[in-house]
């Protein structure tokens, strides 16, 4: 499994000749990173005098942040495991017209995985990004660029989810589906560019001398 390299073997695994693991292996990896980063924010909040009040938040924050992690992190092997299965069902016979329409069927309902296993991707990640900007607005102000690079991470994770998505929805023939997922896939676009440019502004203004 992929979760099981180190990360030097995992980089290396990725800048090889193989198509996976690839840019949606890669979001799941920006999502583990940045849920990471918004719990160690959080602990270092807890405890810390003059963030008293912010206790039970940073605990339930860290909580949430260590779930999702473990989340993204088997979506690092969910994503190349989707893509596989395309692959496979690409390979199987086509010889008659019953195999043809076997595995056009295979090939159309492994796409909707592929696209259906990064949207979910990008969903979680948006989540999370909520999460971290409570993380930047109340969390230990010594760490604060911390979270806005789990912040930054967060929205890497959604944007580039999103593309695995789009670029499988142009397979599916399924139109109902396409447009619903090409609509929720633009909104989160939209959310969270906004929400990254928000956090960037209150850092920016934190850091002013």
């Known amino acids: 499994m992929l979760i099981d390299l180190t990360v030097k073997d995992f980089l290396d695994k990725v800048a090889g000749s193989d198509p996976v693991p690839?840019?949606?292996?890669?979001?799941?990896?920006?999502?583990a990173i940045a849920a990471a980063l918004a719990a160690m924010v959080a602990g270092l909040t807890l405890g810390?005098?003059?963030?008293e009040e912010q206790g039970e938040l940073m605990e339930r924050i860290k909580e949430l942040a260590l779930q999702s992690q473990v989340g993204f992190v088997t979506d690092v092997d969910r994503d190349s495991?989707?893509?596989?299965q395309v692959f496979a069902c690409f390979k199987m016979p086509k010889a008659t017209d019953e195999e043809k329409k076997h595995r056009s069927e295979a090939i159309q309902e492994?796409?909707?995985?592929?696209?259906?296993v990064p949207m979910q991707v990008a969903r979680n990640a948006y989540q999370l990004m909520e999460i971290?900007?409570?993380?930047?607005?109340?969390?230990?102000?010594?760490a604060i660029t911390d979270a806005c690079v789990a912040m930054m991470s967060a929205r890497t994770?959604?944007?580039?989810a999103l593309l695995n998505v789009r670029i499988n929805l142009g397979s599916i023939k399924d139109k109902e589906m396409v447009a619903q997922l090409l609509d929720e896939?633009?909104?989160l676009e939209v959310n969270a560019e906004a929400k990254e440019r928000e956090t960037l502004h209150i850092v920016h203004s934190e850091l002013e001398l």
């Open 22 to 31: 690839g840019g949606g292996s890669i979001a799941a990896l920006n999502g």
């Open 48 to 51: 810390k005098k003059g963030y």
């Open 81 to 84: 495991e989707a893509y596989n």
């Open 110 to 116: 492994a796409t909707k995985y592929a696209a259906l």
């Open 132 to 142: 971290i900007a409570d993380v930047v607005r109340l969390g230990n102000k010594n």
């Open 157 to 160: 994770a959604v944007i580039a």
């Open 185 to 187: 896939a633009n909104e």
